[in-house]
C-alpha cells in the first residue's frame, strides 16, 4: 500500500525555521515526483513546491521563492521541506503528495513519470505548522 | 500567479448531474491539458478525482468525469450520492512551471 507520513510540524515564531519530512512507502521512491501542498485555516488548497524523481529539479511557488527548500534522500524514501524566515501568512496544514503513474493506453500498463508532477494521486495525512509569537 | 476561478458553492439532489466550472487563462489553464480536481472532505487528506483534463485513476468512480473549453475546465459529477458532498478543488500547470489551485468549490448534496 502507498503511504506518506508527515512529520516535523509545530509552533514556531515568526522568523523561525521548520524543516518538514514526509516518509514514503509503497512505491519506488525515485520514480515519481513529489510535491508540497499547503491550506491555512479556513482557506483553500495552495501548491507549494515540487521536486523531480531525481531530486534535479525543483520547483517553488512564488509566495514562498528564497524561503523554502524542497529536497528527497532517495536512500531514505523521505521529502522535505525546509521553510525559513516563518510569517503568520505560512501557518497551515501541509501536505506530501506523489504524482501518478502514466497510464500507456496501447499497452494498459501503468508507468512511472519521474518528471510529470502536474497532479497529485496519493496525499499524506498532514502536518500542522503554526506561526505565532 | 493568481488562483483559479471556482464558483464558491453548486448544490443538486440524488441521482442528479452537477457541474463545477474552473476558470484560468492562457497562461495557465488555456494553455495546458494539465487540469487536475480534487476531492477533499475536511480533515481528510484530498483525493485524486480527474488529471490531466479527462483522466480518472483508478478506483475513481466513473461518474466524475472532465472536460476543457478554451480557458474554461469542468468538472462533471453524474447520480449524485450523499458521499459526494465535499470541496473541490482545480488546479493547472503554468507557463512559470508551476501549479495553481482554484478558491474551491463547496459541493453539497440535498
Known amino acids: 500500500e502507498v503511504q506518506l507520513l508527515e512529520s516535523g510540524g509545530g509552533l514556531v515564531q515568526p522568523g523561525g525555521s521548520l524543516r518538514l519530512s514526509c516518509a514514503a512507502s509503497g512505491f519506488t521512491f525515485s520514480s515519481y515526483a513529489m510535491s508540497w501542498v499547503r491550506q491555512a485555516p479556513g482557506k483553500g488548497l495552495e501548491w507549494v513546491s515540487a521536486i523531480s524523481g531525481s531530486g534535479g529539479s525543483t520547483y517553488y511557488a512564488d509566495s514562498v521563492k528564497g524561503r523554502f527548500t524542497i529536497s528527497r534522500d532517495k536512500s531514505k524514501s523521505t521529502l522535505y521541506l525546509q521553510i525559513n524566515s516563518l510569517r503568520a501568512e505560512d501557518t497551515a496544514a501541509y501536505y506530501c503528495?506523489?504524482?501518478?503513474?502514466?497510464?500507456?493506453?496501447?499497452?494498459?500498463?501503468?508507468?512511472?513519470?519521474?518528471?510529470?508532477?502536474?497532479?497529485?494521486?496519493?496525499w499524506g495525512q498532514g502536518t500542522t505548522v503554526t506561526v505565532s509569537s | 500567479q493568481s488562483a483559479l476561478t471556482q464558483p464558491a458553492s453548486v448544490s443538486g439532489s440524488p441521482g442528479q448531474s452537477i457541474t463545477i466550472s474552473c476558470t484560468g487563462t492562457?497562461?495557465?489553464?488555456?494553455?495546458?491539458?494539465?487540469v487536475s480536481w480534487y476531492q477533499h472532505h475536511p480533515g481528510k487528506a484530498p483525493k485524486l478525482m480527474i488529471y490531466d483534463v479527462s483522466k480518472r485513476p483508478s478506483g475513481v468512480s466513473n461518474r466524475f468525469s472532465g472536460s476543457k473549453s478554451g480557458n474554461t475546465a469542468s468538472l462533471t459529477i453524474s447520480g449524485l450520492q450523499a458521499e459526494d458532498e465535499a470541496d473541490y478543488y482545480c488546479?493547472?500547470?503554468?507557463?512559470?512551471?508551476?501549479?495553481?489551485f482554484g478558491g474551491g468549490t463547496k459541493m453539497t448534496v440535498l
Open positions: 488546479s493547472s500547470y503554468t507557463s512559470s512551471s508551476t501549479l495553481v
Open positions: 492562457s497562461s495557465d489553464l488555456g494553455g495546458y491539458n494539465y
Open positions: 503528495a506523489k504524482s501518478p503513474a502514466y497510464y500507456d493506453i496501447l499497452t494498459g500498463y501503468y508507468y512511472p513519470k519521474p518528471d510529470y508532477y502536474y497532479a497529485m494521486d496519493v
